[in-house]
């Protein structure tokens, strides 16, 4: 037993060596001690939302005034509410939170309001009454959407809805807005359902097995979550020419934005069907600077200030007639009316675009990257 | 290999009675040591110290993990595997929450209702596993999808309300500033534990895991103890989910689920083998709590948010490696053997340094080939009829048969259903582009499975794979001549890790290839910076999209890629080495299989196919994106095991699974052209998985 004991201290301080592990962060004076609970890291909508918060607390306004602390909980609820019960303990003033249940955090959250620690959430929502919570209305989201879809197929058409994560308020309030709308319109016909579990990769497996035994021509439309850049791909691998694309509603991806662009417009590093297609779409989404914001909010309330219980983040609604390429993507430039960025900046097609704010001019493209604040 | 000391603890716990022996409960030693170490560094490290509602509130966070741990523990003692446990702690929880308001308001009530939903659930699957003798993964796994539709039956998002009184209930304190109910609670179970060991059941339960076979010979009423063993797990998932429930005090249909891994690593690091037969419930509440403190021990030493998975893998892997370091154990093992050898090497006595005289026994031959003395020797069917041939190969086509028809079934329901179907070349090649990650993967699980192991670490294998592949190509062909080998070689490199670490440190392979599938998490994001790039190359993409004469090229490769693989499984050594040593490690050994390194080859297997796959995904979606592989790993073991393949090892063949494959896929395919909800489709997917293994089972 005193062996085994004496093996694993040793090997316990050999782990912390080899990870390079500093002492313990402490509190500087005079700097509030913020964390952030992240739920999944694996994922780009994550990563990016993080970096955006990461810049934001280095920004000039910010760097003197906190002391960020990130933490990742993963999928787990349960692992979360202990996260936070540790924050609590290690003596937060304030913890930013993606929270991955809004319910099951809720005991949590009151314990940490009643030791006097500001929880607040973003993206997601905490019913707890004394959580702060800074999103897009999802439910506005599903009806907004649906509208467009509608008045595009003129009240009469076969869709397709390729959902998100079931199980989940987003989802389920976002199926519910729009699915209200399409019950209005008797000529509305569903024809296939599948769970894309916000994937442009799943929402692809999802549309091919509902093709296996139809075409599209038996598809008018699309309402999808996730999944636009990739069911434009796939109609032209299946031989539709861009003028004929289906319209389609879907997330803020960089890709569907582009695709979204005139045929013809110039940009760098167009790639396969990640170029200018003139696809028919309505584009918005999650908004991924809702983190930095909360943070922002967050620092406000504990300098004294009034913040609301809710801060609804008005929706970034691209259509057709509003896209418009960035050049660099300054906060700046994104004020002015630009919406998509440069294949040659943004590789990835899956990146999501929705990172312009008038409430956050400390953070722009570089901040969503690579986490860097605006000069 | 656990395989091979399984039947020791049996035979010790009949023999040595009730004296205390350290090697019987040196898991459980490690366990504590981990968790003790765990806690003084938390204890002496952390800025303000714990006071006692800290700890408490420690001890609740970890309950819920812990108790459910407890019921899984009971299932793998029994040599079984339970899947549905994280689902019935999600089922409890809205079931709870969906009570009217007001309607029970009594936590004595709501628990023994929580208890009674998973006994329910238990006493459904003890049913199917002891009486109709089907395999416990392929029942849990559709029972876990039926409870999971059911779940979002309930209630499709979170919400509702849980009586107050719960929360009170579990929040309050037993021995004020000593003793939360949680501890209590988990107390309880434990002492419920201590007294069932001593009873026939307890012995009866270690018995079954032991060596089934043996059990029943002895007069161990093997299926009632099976029977019971499921129906007390699901008491304890029960229980879980009422803990959840109080916690939380509001209902969430996914509350359980992520816990079904930490679970399993729970049992493991509690030092309780898979398989069956040794371990016991203490070391699962010990292995619960060193997982839940890890949470702490990250923020006290502040790792960034890319290397955390890292982090927690490495503690992982250290806790586990304890138990490795004694006299008896696999490492201390082979580096004696390896020290024999190396002696044996310079005394130039080793088998292969003598001048070996080959002395063969000149057997006279008959005209048709078959030795004199009658007996045919294995592999020589030149001779042999179509039919003689077939009926040799009737067991493996017997154990392939049930997936294929239920396939046909699923076939038929579709062109009823959607039609456009049976004819319909367009729908078959859809099917089998879809099908072809799943038919690789299964290559490379079914091995592993067949050794009677499991590869957790294929998600982020495959997402490393598709990363790497995309950013190193970047669009470009050229690229792909030295793109695709390397990263095939990285998969491979995974699998020889795996391999290594489970063969020559002994260590579970659930903990390994789940700790490497942290590490590669880590090693994803660090490349990636949380944005991956590039493109798969134009070659790749027309690989998996465009259409020869109506057929996707990746079809084509899928049907090179099933012959090679069922020659592979069915026809070489290194397929009857993996046959041989699921049967029995210890027999494969001493027949002179080498199995040490056919373990590594079928992790090297596995990491290859997985690389594959996340080669071919890129390809198929134009770019890699971070947790492309998470869609992947229950399907993987879930088309292994319907297409007939025994979770314990041994028994099964390529062509079953690839067949196990063909329905699930088809099946995926025919409720997503149907417009029923998730919940619906979720329990039509359990029932016709249930359906066909229970109408095609093996009849003795």
Redesign the interface.
């Known amino acids: 037993?005193k062996r085994?004991?004496k093996?694993?201290?040793m090997?316990?301080g050999l782990?912390?060596a080899?990870?390079g592990?500093?002492a313990?962060?402490?509190a500087k004076e005079g700097k509030f001690k913020v964390f952030l609970s992240?739920s999944?890291?694996?994922?780009?909508w994550q990563?990016?939302a993080?970096?955006m918060l990461k810049a934001m607390a280095v920004s000039p306004g910010m760097i003197d005034k906190i002391d960020l602390?990130?933490?990742?909980?993963?999928?787990?609820?349960?692992?979360q509410?202990?996260?936070i019960?540790?924050?609590v303990?290690?003596?937060a003033d304030a913890i930013v939170v993606y929270p991955i249940?809004?319910?099951?955090?809720?005991?949590?959250v009151k314990?940490a309001c009643a030791k006097g620690v500001l929880v607040i959430a973003y993206d997601s929502i905490i019913?707890e009454p004394c959580a702060y919570n800074v999103h897009i209305d999802q439910r506005d989201w599903g009806t907004k959407s649906a509208e467009w879809l509608v008045q595009q197929l003129g009240g009469k058409g076969r869709i397709v809805m390729i959902?998100g994560?079931?199980?989940?308020?987003v989802?389920?309030?976002r199926i519910e807005g729009a699915k209200e709308v399409f019950a209005k319109h008797p000529g509305i016909q569903?024809?296939?359902?599948?769970?894309g579990?916000w994937?442009?990769?799943?929402g692809?497996?999802?549309l091919?097995?509902?093709?296996?035994?139809?075409?599209w021509d038996q598809i008018d439309g699309l309402w999808t979550q996730v999944g636009c850049y990739?069911a434009n791909?796939?109609q032209n691998?299946a031989g539709i020419a861009d003028k004929d694309l289906r319209p389609c509603v879907g997330e803020a991806s960089n890709g569907g934005r582009i695709q979204m662009l005139p045929i013809g417009t110039e940009v760098e590093g167009a790639?396969?069907?990640?170029r200018p297609m003139g696809a028919k779409r309505w584009s918005s989404g999650s908004q991924n600077f809702t983190g930095a914001l909360a943070l922002k909010l967050a620092v406000k309330k504990l300098q004294g200030g009034d913040i609301p219980a809710l801060t609804n983040v008005p929706q970034n609604i691209v259509t057709n007639d509003t896209i418009k390429l960035c050049k660099e993507g300054t906060w700046k430039e994104m004020s002015e009316g630009c919406n998509a960025f440069q294949p040659a900046i943004i590789?990835?097609?899956?990146?999501f675009a929705s990172i312009y704010s008038p409430l956050t001019p400390e953070v722009g493209l570089q901040a969503a990257?690579?986490g860097q604040p605006e000069d | 290999m656990q395989m091979t000391e399984r039947l020791e603890p049996a035979l010790r716990d009949g023999t040595a009675g009730r004296k205390w022996r350290l090697g019987r409960d040196r898991g459980l030693l490690t366990a504590a040591g981990v968790l003790v170490v765990l806690a003084s560094i938390i204890l002496s490290v952390s800025a303000t110290p714990l006071s006692y509602y800290d700890i408490s509130q420690i001890v609740s966070s970890g309950t819920p993990l812990a108790i459910a741990g407890m019921g899984q523990t009971l299932v793998i003692l029994s040599g079984g595997f339970d899947l549905s446990a994280a689902a019935v702690i999600s089922l409890v929880n809205v079931s709870l929450a969906a009570l009217p308001p007001d309607a029970v308001t009594s936590p004595v009530l709501l628990l023994l209702i929580g208890i009674g939903i998973g006994a329910l659930v238990g006493m459904v699957n003890g049913a199917l596993i002891a009486f109709l003798r089907l395999q416990p993964i392929v029942v849990t796994l559709a029972t876990m999808f039926i409870l999971q539709g059911a779940t979002l039956l309930v209630m499709d998002k979170p919400g509702g309300v849980i009586d107050a009184s719960l929360g009170e209930f579990m929040g309050s304190e037993v021995i004020p500033g000593f003793l939360p109910m949680t501890g209590a609670l988990i107390l309880a179970c434990l002492a419920l534990w201590y007294w069932l060991k001593a009873t026939p059941f307890g012995i009866a339960l270690y018995a079954v895991g032991g060596d089934a076979d043996s059990a029943r010979s002895a007069g161990i009423a093997t299926r009632r103890a099976r029977f019971l063993t499921y129906v007390l797990a699901g008491g304890f998932y029960g229980l879980a989910g009422v803990c959840v429930s109080g916690q939380t005090g509001a209902g969430d249909p996914l509350v359980g689920n992520p816990m079904l891994l930490q679970m399993f690593a729970a049992v493991v690091v509690g030092g309780t083998l898979l398989g069956g037969g040794r371990g016991g419930l203490t070391g699962t509440v010990i292995g619960a709590f060193v997982l839940v403190l890890m949470v702490n021990i990250l923020l006290i030493l502040n790792v960034s948010a890319y290397y955390s998975t890292i982090a927690e893998s490495t503690i992982l892997l250290l806790a586990v490696l304890m138990g490795a370091l004694h006299r008896r154990s696999e490492l201390a093992e082979n580096l004696r053997r390896a020290g024999t050898r190396f002696s044996a090497w310079r005394e130039g006595v080793l088998a292969r340094q003598r001048t070996t005289d080959v002395k063969r026994l000149a057997l006279p031959r008959r005209a048709d080939g078959v030795p004199a003395d009658g007996v045919r020797v294995f592999g020589e069917g030149q001779g042999a009829s179509l039919i003689q041939r077939l009926g040799r190969s009737r067991p493996a086509i017997l154990l392939a048969l049930p997936a294929f028809i239920s396939f046909a079934v699923v076939l038929l329901a579709t062109e009823f259903m959607l039609g456009n179907t049976l004819l319909n070349g367009n729908y078959y090649n859809t099917l089998l582009v879809l099908s072809c990650f799943l038919a690789i993967l299964a290559l490379g699980q079914g091995a592993v499975i067949l050794t009677g192991g499991l590869d957790l670490s294929l998600p982020w294998t495959i997402a490393l794979a598709g990363i790497l592949v995309s950013g190193m190509a970047a669009g470009s062909n050229v690229e792909l001549i030295y793109a695709v080998p390397f990263v095939l070689l990285v998969g491979a490199l995974i699998g020889l890790i795996n391999g290594t670490g489970i063969v020559l440190l002994g260590l579970s392979p659930i903990v390994m290839t789940l700790a490497t599938n942290g590490f590669l998490q880590g090693t994803a994001l660090i490349y990636s910076g949380g944005t991956p790039d590039g493109f798969a190359a134009p070659l790749l993409r027309s690989f998996m999209t465009q259409r020869v004469f109506g057929v996707t090229p990746v079809v084509i490769f899928l049907g090179l890629f099933v012959l090679a693989a069922v020659v592979l499984l069915g026809r070489t050594a290194f397929g009857r080495r993996v046959y041989a040593i699921g049967n029995s490690a210890r027999a494969a050994a001493l027949s002179g299989v080498p199995v040490k390194r056919t373990v590594v080859m079928v992790y090297m297997l596995s990491g290859l196919c997985a690389a594959l796959v996340g080669i071919l995904l890129s390809g198929l979606s134009g770019q890699a994106s971070l947790g492309m592989g998470d869609e992947y790993l229950l399907p993987s073991i879930a088309a292994v095991v319907v297409g007939g393949t025994l979770i314990t090892g041994g028994r099964g063949n390529y062509a079953g699974m690839l067949g196990g494959v063909l329905l699930l896929t088809a099946l995926q395919t025919l409720l997503a052209g149907t417009t029923f909800p998730t919940s619906v489709r979720s329990i039509v997917y359990g029932v016709v998985i249930l359906t066909a293994v229970i109408a095609l089972r093996e009849r003795r």
Do not use: H
Request: aromatic share 2%.
């Open positions: 037993m085994i004991l093996t694993t201290a090997l316990a782990a912390a080899a990870l592990i500093a313990p962060a402490s992240m999944y890291i694996g994922n780009d990563a990016e993080a970096n602390q990130v933490q990742v909980a993963g999928p787990n609820a349960q692992k509410i202990q996260q019960n540790s924050m303990q290690a003596g249940s809004p319910t099951a955090l809720n005991g949590a314990n019913t959902n994560v079931p199980g989940t308020t989802d389920a309030l569903i024809v296939g359902e599948a769970n579990m994937s442009q990769a799943v692809r497996t999802e091919s097995k509902i093709l296996a035994t139809r075409n990739t791909s796939m691998e790639n396969g069907t990640y590789p990835n097609p899956g990146w990257l690579v």
